[in-house]
């Protein structure tokens, strides 16, 4: 799949399910893109680079999602 | 305070940026006899508890002297430990697994002014600085986990209890009079950042009261998919609840189900677990990770539960010194502390230890706890 | 004079161990005097606070921490866990508090120069409290704001050429023993194959794209000394095929007391005098040894390699001289159906530099299937125990090997694959009915 339609396809989704939760797995967003990992994560990669996507991790889990979204995000007073 | 810029820019993170270089290469920091003489050692010896020599091939001698240190350790501190270092051995010197620090010497004439340089170092409260030990048939220092001082979902602290039990094996930190080599290790909540499973006895947090549920606030703070997805048990379900004449989205938690793990609380703010009473100690005995005449095996539980005893955990440290004592007075040459116990058998164990035998110590968790009972007439009176 | 009052940590400062309290205790003094005249990037009295903060914890029971999850430096996944204090009015210095993660080098060998330099960041920018080191061996830095996150991180790569460790779904930080930098045991060089596996896998380390951690582990010998076969998703664990070295002089001098048995790490305790009968031959588990009149002979084909004789006897008995490693994989700490050990996947594999067949044909097809099948925060050893150590071989390209198991299974449930059987699964009824009536 091409960048941009693999973006434009997890933006979408991750945007429809905004209002359920905000965070989300890298093997979701592979699932979205129907890709395997070691492709998806190029791609997720440089959407992180592009600042579209951004990290969640508890410590022992990493987690994705769109910048600024989410309940906890103001919790954390960082913006 | 003025803000002082290391060079970079908000603006711009990607500007002049150095990623995926690594740590430093381990040859940078070896001190030049090690740097000489790697991978061509002939043998070690123990000079007395705390003191190794290492002779190599080459005829060169490599003189190490251990001490022990608290893992949380302050700038001030570590640039002591450099200090030192300058002092005695050329600035050279590292840390061992289990949070020692080692100082490295090319002499054995500079062993003893290092010592007696050390002995001298102790805390305004009086502890310490560098006590050398842990070396050989003795006690070696704890490895544990943040607890209290930094972790979210402890159930226990980790440099406190650390501490107390610490000063209660002391002497055995120093010498070399136990059977094997005893390794404690304490973690302190059950997700064992610090894997203690396999010690010849760990110091385990638990917490004993499924998470307090602050509807009120819950549905605002949280994303309620990711706090039921987050439970390993699936312990947690949606609900709907009234609050002040109020319908709001929560969550239910099953208390049968909920191990205490604490990974909604991570997901949630809304649903802390941390409880005076609740909160305590679990005591695991019988690990080891050495491949050494018997294959590595898994602590089993002997205490299930000491309450929290800030500061210093007498109760804790009072059944590990009794564990450390029963097995250094009847174990066999060589044999470390699940080893014993299993030859001795655990009924004897208990005994020997004068530990109870409660129904908690029983397992009950999925397939493999029945392999855990007694399946044969072979048991002692 | 503290700033808050600390009755129960106190309490910690007797006694003969390193008390943390009294180290707290000096650092707190040494920022509120700050002769040097540092400008400190965050408050100034953010021990104090610690102090203050773990203090109610001491009364309460009960921790003050919040996880937060947001923060890091932009473009690693990795390296700084958030946390926030529950109490930020009562003690504003420790209100945002994270941690950060600085991968260690090989060994953990340091030198007085780097390490001041380390410190000398960690003062001007952060609390100056750290864990020498942490449970998976990074250098932890304790506590700072979110604002000097990434100023520290820009003054350690660019000064100090050095890197952030890993955390959540990634490759976590290597840890290797101390290898044959010191030690005579060691069968391969643990230091460089961590070093190198770490930086060749930078991306897997900072990136997190597993569906959970992942640790490798590298111990030099089978005495594990950093616990791989406890802990690590992936543990190499040195070994040798051919055979143990004796020197017969030396095995006399043990006999004869002239050498102290074990390097003298009994010296604590009369044992009695050293009885190789019962001390080392005795103990083989596999009943290898004998004393042949003067002579130890050993069978080292029945030999397991379990370290015993050359940890007594290390000036009489080497390792062998054909080395390399083997790997097991799956270990974790019990959460949550229970611990594992790692289990033998590999039983030998050289460890040469560039490492290529193990990359190649060990981590990579193990990872790539670990990646794909995995669900999410399901370690390999999960996902082994869920799919058979019969998918791992088939995962390897490699044959059963009857060294990967304890024992075979003791029960008959054999899932055929339809292939395996003559004629496949799908039969004629009506054939069968011509011969057996309904």
Redesign the interface.
């Known amino acids: 799949m091409e960048y941009q339609e693999a973006k434009d396809k997890i933006v979408e989704e991750l945007t429809k399910k905004l209002k ?4 989300f797995y890298f093997n979701d967003l592979a699932k979205i893109i129907e890709t395997k990992p070691r492709d998806a994560k190029k791609i997720v990669n440089q959407m992180v ?1 592009e600042g579209i996507l951004e990290y969640w991790s ?3 889990t990493s987690m994705y999602g769109l910048p600024g979204t ?3 995000a103001s ?1 954390e007073g960082e913006e | ?8 820019n ?1 603006e711009k ?2 500007e ?15 001190p030049p006899v ?1 740097a000489k003489n ?2 061509k ?9 705390g003191v190794l020599v ?1 002779v190599a091939e080459s005829g060169d001698e ?1 003189y ?1 002297v251990r001490c ?12 002591e ?3 030192i ?2 002092k005695h051995c050329g ?7 289990r ?1 020692n ?1 080692e100082f490295l010497l090319d002499s054995k004439a500079k062993v003893k002014p290092l010592l007696d340089d050390l002995a001298g170092r102790k ?9 050398v030990g842990g ?4 006690v070696s220092n704890i ?1 544990h ?10 159930a226990t ?1 980790a ?2 209890p650390v ?2 039990v ?2 209660e094996l ?1 002497a055995d ?1 120093q ?4 059977p094997a ?1 005893v390794r404690v290790s304490l ?1 302190c909540c ?9 010690s010849d006895i760990a110091i385990l947090g638990y917490h004993r009261k499924p998470p307090m549920l602050d509807h009120e606030y819950l549905d ?7 706090a039921i ?2 439970c ?2 699936a312990a947690i379900k949606p609900a709907k609840v009234e609050v002040k004449g109020e319908k709001l989205n929560s969550v239910a938690v099953n208390n049968e189900r909920c ?1 205490y ?1 604490g ?1 909604c ?3 949630c ?1 809304s649903m802390p677990l ?4 609740g ?1 305590g100690i679990v005591i695991m005995a019988g ?1 080891k ?6 294959a ?1 095996k ?1 602590s089993k539980v002997v205490v299930a539960f000491i309450p ?1 005893e ?3 955990w007498p109760q804790t440290a009072k059944v590990i010194k009794g564990m450390i004592e029963a097995y250094a007075k009847d174990a066999q ?2 044999e470390r502390l699940g080893d014993w116990a299993e030859r001795i058998g655990w009924e004897r164990f208990f005994e020997k230890c004068e530990l109870d035998f409660t129904h908690h110590l029983i397992d009950d ?2 397939d ?1 706890a029945y392999y855990t009972w007694r399946q044969t007439t072979q048991f002692k009176f | 004079m503290a700033k808050h009052k600390t009755p ?20 707190a003094e ?1 920022r509120a005097k700050n002769v040097e005249g540092i ?3 965050i408050p ?1 009295d953010v ?1 104090d606070d ?1 102090l203050g903060l ?1 203090e109610l ?11 937060g999850g947001i923060v890091g430096v ?3 996944g990795g390296g700084v866990i958030g ?1 926030y204090c529950d109490q930020p009015q009562m003690f504003p210095g420790v209100a945002h ?1 994270h ?1 950060m993660r600085v ?14 330099q380390l ?1 000398d960041i ?3 920018r952060g609390s ?6 942490g ?1 998976t ?1 990074d250098i932890i830095f ?2 700072t704001t979110t ?1 000097q996150l ?6 350690l ?2 000064n ?4 952030l ?1 890993g955390s959540g779904s990634n490759l976590r ?1 290597p ?1 290797d ?2 290898g ?5 045991y ?1 069968c391969y ?1 643990t ?2 194959l ?2 190198d596996l ?2 060749e896998y ?2 897997e ?2 990136r997190p794209a597993f569906p959970y951690k992942f640790k490798f582990k590298f111990d030099g010998c ?10 690590a998703d992936m543990s190499f664990i040195g070994t040798w095929k051919d055979d143990i070295k004796i020197d017969q002089k030396a095995v006399q001098a043990y006999i004869g007391g002239e050498l ?1 048995p ?8 009369d ?1 009695g005098k050293f009885d190789i009968q019962k ?1 080392v031959i005795g ?1 083989c ?1 596999t009943g290898c040894m004998v004393m042949d009149g003067k002579t130890l002979k050993i069978n080292n084909r029945e030999c397991t ?4 004789c050359i ?2 006897m ?2 009489a008995l080497r390792i062998g001289n054909e080395r390399g490693l083997s790997i097991l994989a799956g270990a974790k ?7 594992q ?1 790692g289990t033998l996947i590999v039983p030998f594999i050289e460890a040469e530099a560039p490492y290529t067949k193990i990359k190649e044909t060990v981590i990579e097809p193990i990872w790539d299937w670990w990646m794909e099948e995995g669900k ?1 925060r399901e370690r390999l050893g999960e996902l082994m125990k869920r799919q058979g150590l019969q998918k791992v071989i088939e995962v390897l390209g490699v044959d059963p090997d009857p060294r990967m198991v304890q024992e075979p299974r003791s029960n008959p449930y054999i899932f055929w694959k339809e292939d395996e059987v003559p004629g496949g699964f799908e039969r004629d009824i009506n054939e069968f009915r011509k011969h057996h009536l309904r």
């Not at chain 3, 100090?160 to 890197?163: C, F, I, L, P, V």
């Not at chain 3, 089978?222 to 802990?231: D, F, K, L, Q, Y």
């Not at chain 3, 074990?262 to 305790?269: F, I, K, T, V």
């Open positions: 359920t939760k905000s965070k680079t508890s410590g022992s989410g309940k906890q919790a | 305070m003025a803000f002082i810029s290391s060079g970079y908000p993170p990607m002049n940026r150095i990623t995926d270089i690594g740590p430093r290469k381990y040859d940078e920091f070896y090690i790697k991978g050692w002939l043998y070690h010896e123990y000079l007395q508890p290492h490599l190490t022990g240190g608290a893992r949380l350790m302050t700038t001030t501190h570590i640039r430990i450099c200090e270092a300058d600035g050279y010197f590292r840390f061992t697994t949070n620090i805390f305004k409260g009086g502890s310490f600085k560098f006590p070396t050989g048939a003795g490895v986990t943040q607890g209290w001082i930094h972790c979210h979902t402890p602290d440099s406190g501490k107390a610490m000063d002391f930190f010498q070399h009079r136990m080599h973690a059950l997700n064992m950042c610090g894997a203690v499973h396999c605002k703070m949280c994303e309620i998919p990711l997805a987050a390993p048990t191990m793990c990974n609380y991570t997901m703010p941390a409880d005076t009473e909160d690990g990770v050495s491949n050494r005449i018997s590595p898994f929290n800030a500061p210093r040459k060589y968790f999925r493999p | 129960l940590l106190d309490q910690l400062e007797s006694g003969p161990w390193p008390s943390f309290v009294s180290d707290l205790k000096q650092q040494k400008e400190f990037q100034v021990v610690l773990l914890s001491f009364k309460q029971g009960r921790t003050h921490w919040k996880h932009f473009g690693y946390r508090f941690t991968a260690q080098p090989g060994g953990k060998f340091y030198t007085s120069e780097y390490l001041r410190c960690w003062d001007l100056g409290i750290t864990n020498m080191h449970s061996g304790l506590g604002p990434e100023e520290i991180f820009f003054e790569t660019h100090m050429n050095q890197d460790g930080t840890a023993c101390i044959q930098a010191r030690c005579e060691a060089d230091q460089d961590c070093y770490t930086n930078q991306d380390l900072h089978p005495n594990c000394c950093v616990a791989s076969i406890a802990r102290v074990n390097g003298g790490a009994h010296s604590g305790r044992w001390e103990l588990p390699r379990c370290m015993h940890n007594v290390p000036r700490a019990p959460i949550l159906d229970g611990a050990m999410n």
